[in-house]
């Protein structure tokens, strides 16, 4: 299998950005939360703000991911959404 490249246009975005808000599906599940918790940590080592928000709660199992406690949960988004936020990633959907 070769490997794949990321595209571009999101690479670039994401370096000339600097706050972040990542999102997946409904009912999380362990790859939604794991995807949405690692973007935001190598967002983060890159020197940018990331703000995970999921509409359903994490599930218990999940709780021990590091950066679990960090979700922002509910149907009414974070703080300051849209205006502070550069980009909306979408995860797992």
Not at 70 to 82: D, K, L
Request: proline letters at 10%; charged letters at 25%.
């Amino acid at each position: 299998m070769g490997v794949t490249k990321a595209p571009e246009d999101l690479l670039r975005k994401i370096r000339q950005g600097n706050r972040f808000l990542l999102v997946s599906h409904v009912n999380p599940d362990g790859d939604a939360i794991g995807s949405e918790l690692s973007l935001a940590r190598i967002l983060r080592r890159l020197g940018k703000g990331a703000v995970v928000w999921n509409r359903d709660p994490t599930p218990s199992l999940y709780l021990p991911l590091p950066g679990s406690d960090r979700i922002h949960v509910g149907e009414e988004p974070p703080a300051g959404f849209p205006e502070k936020f550069d980009a909306v990633i979408v995860l797992e959907c």
